[in-house]
Structures are given as C-alpha cells and as structure tokens.
C-alpha cells in the first residue's frame, strides 16, 4: 500500500507555526471586516445631519452592508474554492477598498447605498469565509482556541475601532473619515498575501468503517496513509463525533482533497448539502440567528425604559463587548481541553441555550444591577457559541467541504440578520413593551439548541445502532495503527 | 326734626357727600326723608354711616391706583432658602412674567429680632427697596415681586440680608440644549449643514434667526441677499445650509432663537478643510499595504521556488530508494544502509 504513494501530497494540520500567522491574519480580517460593520452606525448622525434623512434611511445602510456580507458568502467560499483562499481575500480587499473610495465621493444616500451596502458588502464576504476556512485548514488539536482567538476580532475591533471613527469623524467629518476607513480595509490585501495554501490529507473515517473501535479513540485517517512528512502523536489526538455516513464514494479510494487548490468545480463540492446532519444544522442555525441579534440592538432601549441612565446603558453595552472576546478565547481554549473535545457539541448546545434563557428572564431584570449579570453571561455565552460555529461546523461536513459549508451557514444568517431587528421593533410597538420582543429572541435561540441536540441524539443513536450491528475490527485497527507509527 | 340725634353727625355726613357723588343722593333723601317714615331714616343714615365709616380708614393715605390690568402677563413665583452666605438660583424665562421673588434666611448664630434687608439688581441697590425684616419662625423672610417684561429687565437679582447674606437670583433666557462644542468639519466646495435645536419640554421660539460673525459683530444671515445660504426652521429646529463653501466661510455662526423676552444664542463654529487633510493618512496607509504585500508576495515567490527546488530533490532521492523516509537530512547512503 504505502509503495503505491510516490508523494506525499498532503501535510497534517500543523497547529502551530504558520498557523498562528493565518490565525492572526483571520483575526485582522474580523476586525476589517465585522468591527468595520458595527462602527458605521456611527457614521449615522452625520449622515442624517447631511442628507437630511431621518434614523430608518440611514439605518438602512448599516442593514444593507451586514446582509450583503452574509448574503454573499457563497460567493467567497467559491471563488476560494475555484482559485485559492489568497486570490479570494485579496480581491475581496481590492472591492471592499473601491466601496468605500466611492462612498467618499457620493453625494446621496442612495449612492451610498450602493458603495458601503453592496460594493463594500461584496468585498467583506468575499474576504471573510475563505479567512475562516482557512484557519480550520490549519488546525486540528487547537482548533477551537484558533477560532476563539480569531474571531474575537470582532469584538475588539469594535471596541478599538468605535472611539478611532469618532476621532477621526470629528477631524475630517465623515467624508474624510470614510476615506481614511477605506485605506484600513486595504490592509485585507496584506492579510490575504499572507493565507499560505496549505494541501491537507483529508481524514475519512470510511476506510475504518463507519465505527471505530470504542468512541473514544479516533482510528485517525486511513491506515493506508501512513508516510507522512509531519507526525504528530495520534494516541493522544481524542475523537471528534464520527460521521456514521458516507458520502457515497466508493469507499476503499483514499481521496485526496487539495484544499483550495482544486482546479474544478463540481456538484461534489456542495454535497455535503444533503447531509441530514448538516440540514439539521442549518435549520437550527436560522433560528439562531434569529435569535441572536435582537438583544444586541434593544439591549440599551429597554434598559433606557427601564429607568437606567445613559451612561449605565452605553456601559452595559461595553461589558457586554467586553466579556464576549472573553468568552471568544476562553471558550476556544476550554472545548479544546481533553476532556471536553469529543463534547463540543454538547458545549455549543449549553452556550446557545444558556443564551435562551437568558432573554427569557430579561423581562424581570428592571434595574442596573440585575442587568448586569446579564449582560456578563449573555456576553460570555455569545462569545463561546460564536468561536464554535466554524468548529461545530467542520466536525459535521469533513475539512475540505468546510469552505463551502461555511458560506452556506453564514448565507443562512443573513436573511434573518436583516429580517428580526424590524420585527422585534414592530413587536416593541404593537405590545409597548420588550417583552414580547426577548421572549421572541429566548425562544428562537431554545428553538436552535433543541434541534442542534435532536440532531447530536440521532446521531449517537445511530453510531450506537452500527456498532451493535457490525463487529468491531479490533485487531485490524490495531496492528495497522502500529504499522503506521513505525514506518 | 332738628332736634334729631344725628346732627352731631351732620358735619360728617357733608364730608362724605364732598368726597363721593352717589352717597349725596342718600343724603338728600336723608335730610328730605325728615317727612318719611323714622324706619326709613334709620336705614338711610345706617348706610350712610358704612360708607363714611370706609371712607375714614382711607383717609390716612392716598388709595394707590390699580395696576392696569395686563392679560398676557403671568405670575411666577421663585423661592430659596439660604443656609450658608451664598446662593445662587437660575431661573429661565421665555415670555414676561410678574415674577415673585422670596428669599428665606434661617440667620445667623445671634438672631437680632429684625434686620433690614434690601434688594440689588446686577449688583446695584434698588431704591425704595430696604425694609426691615422681622424674625419669624427662626428665619427672616424677603418677597417682593418684579415685573420682567423685556430683555433690560432680565438679570441678576438679589435680595440681601444684613450686609452679607444674599442669594442671587439669575433671570435669562431659556438656554438651548445640546451644545455641539466639537466644530464642523466641512471641505471646500461641499456644503454643509448646522442644526440647532430646543429641548422638548422647553415653550416654542417665536422665530429663528443665524447670525454670522463679523469681526466683533453678529451680523444677520440674509437668504435673500446670498444665494448660498438657505434657512429651513421648523418649530423646535432649525437648519442653516451653506452650499459651495470656501475657506473664508469658516468661523463662528450663531443660530438665534427668538422669544417674547429676549433671544437665546446657540453657537456653532464651522471648520472648512481641503480634500489633502484626509489625504495624509490615507496615503500613508495605502503604501504601507503595497509595501508589505509587495514584499509578502515576493517572499512567497522565492519561497515556492525554493521548496519546488527542494521538492524536485526529495523526488529524486525518493526514486532512487525503494521505500521510507527518515529525517531526511541523511543523504541517500546511510538509507540505503539501513535497507
């Protein structure tokens, strides 16, 4: 078997090295990209001051910039899976770049429609799947850390960021601002010159069978794949969930998939699409993001109803910035432990559902202090869930169908984005209260982790139906395994 | 009847009669009534008796005329208690007011039972203001009412106590809210828009007007006379637009809104800026990026070349052993000594 491989094509996720280069380049891509996005609601009291316009027209930017973002990241996670991950976030930089160049010059609002929603949105989407895809390329032990720490760009971003638009709208108003903003997203170039293509052995555990031997243990790879430049220890590598199906290969082939390196475009590559796993995922990731947006945006209104001073809202909301990039990089570094890897999915469901409940019982927290410890575990758990969608992700499609399953999952966040903010206000002005408006949001985000665990209880259940139909080759495994170490 | 008993009282019935025209009426039915019923008499002289009687306490002092009644003027009434020396109380106003001014001073450790106090306006003595207070209840009080019709009656008023204690009382305009103290930045050849605003709860200007420095001077901004210029009010808002700026059109600009009493001043200043400013950063940051991706690229470059390189190596040595690879630094004899 082992003569038969000439070359060896495909690396191990390195973990480390140059991972962390593409970590931070994620990192700055969040920040360039969804820091960039919450910092244009600054910009709207000079935009209504200029045009004229009133809070709902400009807001509309803000919606349309946040869509686009969302509604286009197919089109990322295609163009780096036809060309590469570089030539993707390169010329997302370039787009996003002209948007706001243009939105310098425009003098309506409409103009500014098109140059900061949809010519900037496209560029933001073209860059941000491939950056998170790319980090999942290159890590497989601390993946969960290299997402929390990635995606904590967002929140510190904005937190940089927020004060930075101001000074610079105070200096230059908010044409040289945006002039200013559009030379910082240019830096999505640098980031993208930076996204090494990196070919990773694909990890099927078809070739075991569709059980492994105990379910802790995790018969990594193929036995067959065994020259490998970079060893890694395997034992103590624990398992992820195995995907009990196959993808309708044939099974004893080991593929070989370039990771944003293929040269063609197939149906093969949205195949993953059919998965009842991953359709299941996707429904639970609607109602999710259904849920997840409303508190962010009437957070400081029903605080400010509540009788709490502004300065205590606007404080709520930094704490509430604050602990989300705690809970973005504790959260990653915790379902990366041992003991808690093969759970991860559990720990999503826990995050989402905590956050549940949270918005539950906003309605009977009435002061500052009762608000407080909401806004912290509200905070914390919006973090962890955050760093564990892409991980949640490619532990249910494999790792070359990562790219595009991420464009499918943030395509699905866009429509609601938009949607649920208008609702949850028409809801605040048809019942008078915020109420009804969290008790929405509560259940939309239960919703979500109910049907995430249906999923995660069929699926062991079906793992546990296989092994007890198909005996265990134990031995097979074993000797193999030790085969592979010593050559 | 002339031996009645009212005669004493004869002299003071023609007082009466001098003073007023009505009660002469009375009178002579008083004297001609001698022929009437004595009922009648007694009632006649009774009143005569009530209205002379009035007339008597009023002698003393010349009856004071009475205010001409002014329809539009409210009443307000503003009042303080001093504990310390000093006291100093705000008082906004938007249309004239007769306005009620109290002053209470709880005194100090030794409480003379009366103390004179007097009135001060912008720090000058009002005359005819002194009066001599009386301790009542622990505390010496001061109320006297001004009438604050136009802009010269607003200012600061004080009532002082003794020589020391005094509270101030500061009658202006309503001051309009959300101050912008940052300036407006605009560049040249754009145009720009100022807004100023009256807080909700706060009455309505009658009118709005802006102002532009010139020099010392505001001088009034003519719609009509500049084209450039274009004034939108609304009731709680106004909008000063300035269209095609140029550099000299930077300064300060007053928005001035008008009430019954006076006018309240808001300010703005106006900073017009060339498209270079901007142009700074972004041009530092723009070839910090085209520097380091020229150079990223570049090393990726040579980077590639030299793995393709190695790689074409490693192929070669690979073909030429059948199997396994070590660390790979050894060169090809000791693996073939190992097989």
């Given amino acids: 078997m082992a003569a038969k491989k000439q070359q060896t094509v495909g690396v191990l996720p390195p973990d480390g090295g140059w991972g962390w280069v593409i970590v931070g380049c994620c990192f700055m891509v969040t920040v360039c990209t969804r820091a960039v996005t919450r910092c244009i609601s600054i910009f709207f009291v000079e935009f209504q001051a200029h045009f004229e316009a009133d809070y709902s027209s400009t807001a509309w930017i803000h919606s349309l910039l946040d869509c686009t973002t969302m509604l286009c990241a197919p089109v990322g996670s295609l163009v780096g899976n036809r060309w590469s991950c570089r030539v993707a976030v390169m010329s997302g930089g370039v787009l996003s770049f002209c948007g ?97 293509p990196i070919t990773v052995q694909e990890e ?161 927290l009435t002061s500052f202090p009762l608000l407080v410890p909401f806004a912290v575990l509200y905070g914390y758990f919006d973090g962890g869930y955050v760093a564990l969608i892409p991980v949640v992700t490619s532990d249910v499609v494999r790792l070359p169908y990562l790219s595009s399953a991420l464009g499918v999952v943030f395509f699905l966040h866009a429509i609601p984005y938009l949607v649920s903010p208008p609702i949850g206000g028409w809801l605040v002005d048809v019942t008078g209260s915020y109420t009804a408006t969290f008790f929405l949001s509560g259940t939309a985000l239960l919703a979500s982790a109910l049907i995430v665990s249906i999923v995660a209880v069929i699926r062991h259940c079906r793992r546990r139906i296989n092994s007890r139909h198909k005996p265990l080759p134990l031995g097979l495994s074993d000797s193999s395994h030790t085969q592979g170490v010593i050559l | 009847m002339a031996a009645s008993p009212w005669e004493g009282e004869g002299g003071e019935v023609r007082r009466c009669s001098e003073r007023r025209q009505k009660p002469s009426h009375a009178e002579d039915r008083g004297t001609t009534a001698m022929t009437s019923s004595w009922k009648q008499q007694l009632v006649q002289v009774l009143l005569v008796l009530v209205s002379c009687g009035h007339g008597d306490t009023k002698t003393a002092a010349p009856t004071p005329t009475p205010l001409p009644p002014v329809t539009p003027l409210k009443q307000d009434a503003k009042s303080a208690v001093l504990t310390g020396k000093n006291f100093t109380e705000r008082v906004e106003l938007s249309s004239p007011v007769n306005m009620t001014l109290s002053c209470t001073w709880k005194g100090d450790q030794d409480k003379p039972p009366n103390i004179t106090g007097h009135w001060r306006k912008d720090g000058q003595e009002i005359q005819d203001s002194r009066v001599t207070v009386m301790l009542e209840d622990e505390n010496y009080k001061l109320i006297q009412v001004f009438s604050v019709v136009s802009e010269k009656d607003l200012g600061n008023y004080s009532c002082v106590f003794g020589n020391e204690a005094r509270i101030d009382f500061i009658l202006e305009v309503l001051q309009m809210g959300e101050k912008r103290d940052k300036p407006v930045v605009s560049y040249i050849r754009d145009f720009v828009v100022m807004t100023c605003k009256v807080e909700e709860n706060k009455p309505i200007p009658t009118t709005w007007n802006w102002y532009t420095s010139n020099g010392t001077d505001k001088e009034q901004i003519n719609t009509t006379a500049s084209k450039r210029f274009k004034i939108v009010s609304e009731e709680r808002e106004t909008k000063l637009k300035v269209k095609d700026l140029t550099l000299d059109d930077a300064g300060q600009y007053y928005c001035g809104a008008v009430y019954p009493i006076g006018t309240s001043v808001g300010q703005v200043e106006l900073k017009v800026i060339t498209f270079m400013e901007p142009l700074k950063p972004f041009i530092t940051i723009l070839i910090e990026v085209v520097v380091l991706v020229a150079a990223i690229l570049l090393y990726e470059r040579s980077r590639a070349k030299k793995d393709s390189a190695e790689g074409t190596q490693t192929n070669a040595e690979q073909n030429t052993e059948p199997q396994g690879d070590d660390k790979g630094a050894e060169g090809n004899d000791s693996v073939r000594q190992r097989k």
């Fill in chain 1, 100 to 196: 706001f160049l243009l939105s310098f010059f425009s003098t309506s609002l409409e103009l500014l429609y098109f140059s900061i929603g949809v010519v900037t949105g496209l560029g933001f989407a073209l860059c941000y799947t491939p950056a998170i895809a790319m980090v999942g390329c290159y890590f497989q032990r601390r993946k969960a850390l290299a997402y929390g720490i990635a995606m904590s760009g967002s929140g510190i971003g904005t937190f940089v960021l927020a004060p930075t638009v101001q000074l610079l709208i105070d200096l230059y108003s908010w044409r040289g601002a945006l002039l200013v903003l559009s030379a910082f997203v240019a830096n999505l170039c640098v980031c993208g010159a930076l996204l090494r």
């Fill in chain 1, 204 to 364: 099927e555990p078809e070739d075991v069978g569709p059980e492994t031997c105990g379910e802790k243990q995790r018969g990594d790879v193929s036995s067959q794949d065994t020259e490998l430049s970079i060893k890694q220890d395997r034992t103590k590598e624990p398992s992820l969930l195995p995907l009990p199906l196959s993808y309708g290969n044939p099974v004893p082939q080991v593929k070989r998939r370039w990771c944003f390196s293929s040269c063609f475009l197939s149906s093969k590559e949205y195949r993953f699409l059919l998965l009842p796993d991953f359709l299941g995922l996707a429904v639970s990731f609607l109602f999710l993001a259904s849920g997840c947006s409303l508190p962010f945006v009437y957070l400081v209104p029903y605080a400010l109803s509540a009788g709490v001073s502004h300065q205590n809202a606007a404080f709520l909301m930094s704490i509430l910035g604050v602990i989300d990039i705690v809970g973005n990089i504790t959260f990653g570094w915790l379902t990366d432990r041992r003991c808690l890897k093969p759970h991860r999915l559990i720990c999503y469901i826990i995050s989402v559902a905590m956050e549940g409940l949270c918005c539950l019982f906003m309605p009977l």
